[in-house]
């Protein structure tokens, strides 16, 4: 039987690290994890972490240049990422687990600029996080001789609030420790909503240019309207047990696109269906919109996300519905929930 193999946690480490330092300050802001752990009088003792000094700041490392010969002293963000808290789902052949870490900063705090700057660094990179999709290569040793075999998973992240705690004090220095939580799900198999991008053009608008939406839910099918007809006669069949057998026999079938999408005035779009909604005319309620819908499919090879233009949906419909998915109270936001049904001036 093959070896088999899951996703392995130190994969996961390393891509937490990576995405850290990829930040905007050129290698100069540099995350490293590592863990903290307390004296026997309960205070904060040394960092475990093989660069840690005997004097001195602890997140500082000895650096040798071996084209020069110079010495010199290199920072980092010391970075702890205490427990992964993976949910494993139980299948043989999908591997799919669900990490949601904690993950704490050591910031030194007794110079401001260098503060600021790497907080600047963890803000920017905790907004890429927001829904986030990527991909991580894994490589595991073929226990069976031959080439290590490698496999592409799939990544999409969430983060959360940055939590700003206390000052804490090691080996004579200030550090702010700031924590922020992520959660990771890691998969070899599927595909998700984020690959798919919907744009609305009406010609009222813009010269009927596309405008894209950012649907907080969408749906999209055929619904088939059926009548009943008795299909087998009792004086013509030898089997009486199937003689009142009734069919459903379709009379009409339609296509439709129904979303619930949050109203922003500054979407000219969304402004003019807010507006049609509230004071509706015969000319804009058969108005004909134009619906574009895209999908990226996640290339293996070149390791990118391209549109599928065999996936592409794109036709002319009728707006049919526009109102509020609820009742509308003070401090909600208004939400819509919007149908397109096909455009019968096509048919």
Known sequence: MAVKYHINEKDIYKFISDQFNNNSSGGKIIYSIGYTFLDDDDKPGAFVKRFTQNKGRFDVKKT???????????SFVPMGVYNLNGSYLAHDDIKEITYEPNIEFLVYAENDLTYKAIELAIQEVRARLVQYQTYIDVEFLNLEGGANITETLKVI?????????QIVRLQGKNYLTITMPLTLEVTNYGE???QEKIYLSVPSVASGAYVKMYPLSWNYGVGIDTEGSQTLNDKSLLNLNRAKQVRHVPKNTVFGLSMAIQIDFRNAILYKIFKDSRNPTQATSTEIWT?????EVFNYTTKVYEEDTSLRIQDTFILDKKTPVEELSKGEKIIYALTFLPDWTAL
């Open 64 to 74: 040798f240049d071996e084209d020069t010969y110079e010495l010199d002293n290199e």
């Open 291 to 295: 619906v574009r819908s895209t999908i």
């Open 157 to 165: 992240t969430m983060s959360g609030e940055i939590d700003y705690g």
């Open 192 to 194: 998700y909503a984020n």
